[in-house]
């Protein structure tokens, strides 16, 4: 199977925790489109979604899916949503795509987060895959020397502005061995205004499709 197809297979799996009447907290990238896409076909059944970014909206949007102001729909009971790195004890490093702030809000607000990815995504330490960090944009100078004082090796990532107006730093080289201890050191750097680290709040169940099925690992 392709990876495509394994993302795709992941998001269908993801489709039988929807419930009749839920308000469904939807993820951004490539796997969480193959979820919108599949939600279209069941969009009767929800009372709507909530987005964690512009791009998720405008694709719920295309299908006829009501999307929601968080403010308004209150906790949510499910989160669905893929991941750049995730260990067995379902810590994420997320932002690939730049949505990583609203992610973590929907996460934060949601009882259950469901990840879905293909299991090139797995990995025993988080890491490899540079770590996104949104920064406002006055600060990004500064909060870079802090980042380099941790280790890290951040790089600007060019042209890009992130939903809320801020910019991203892509941190390279960080061997990441205690994700909740380094989620929590980076939150404290004045001018974050969030981590790629999900491990405060990881995901509770991650469906990872494989060329033999899809697997489910709870935290
Ligand atoms: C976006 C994210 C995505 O979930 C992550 O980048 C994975 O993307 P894809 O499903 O395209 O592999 O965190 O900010």
């Known amino acids: 199977m392709t990876q495509d197809e394994l993302k795709k297979a992941s998001a269908e799996a993801a489709l039988e925790y929807v419930e009749s009447g839920m308000i469904v907290g939807v993820g951004t990238g490539s796997t969480a489109n193959y979820f919108i896409d599949g939600l279209a ?18 694709r719920l949007r295309g299908h006829g899916i009501p999307v929601l102001d968080l403010n308004s729909a209150g906790d949510l009971q499910l989160y669905v949503d893929g991941a750049d790195e995730t260990t067995r004890h379902l ?39 540079p770590l996104p960090i949104e920064v406002i944009p006055m600060a990004r100078s500064y909060v ?23 910019v991203i730093l892509d941190v390279q080289n960080m061997k990441i061995l205690d994700p909740v201890e380094l989620e929590t050191a980076l ?16 995901a509770d169940v991650f469906l990872m499709a494989t060329s033999n099925g899809v697997e489910v690992l709870q935290a």
Request: aromatic residues 4%; contains cysteine.
């Open 91 to 129: 810590h994420l490093i997320k932002g690939g795509g730049g949505a990583l702030t609203r992610e973590k809000i929907v996460a934060a607000a949601s009882d259950k987060f469901v990840c879905i990815a293909d299991d090139s995504k797995l990995v025993d330490v988080l890491g490899a895959f």
């Open 41 to 58: 076909r069941i969009k009767g059944k929800l009372e709507g979604t909530v987005a964690s970014s512009e791009a998720s909206a405008d």
């Open 144 to 166: 870079a020397r802090q980042i380099v004082k941790l280790g890290g090796q951040p790089v600007l990532r060019e042209g890009f502005t992130t939903d809320n107006g801020n």
């Open 187 to 202: 939150d404290h750097i004045t001018g974050v205004v969030t981590n790629g680290l999900f491990a405060r709040r990881g």
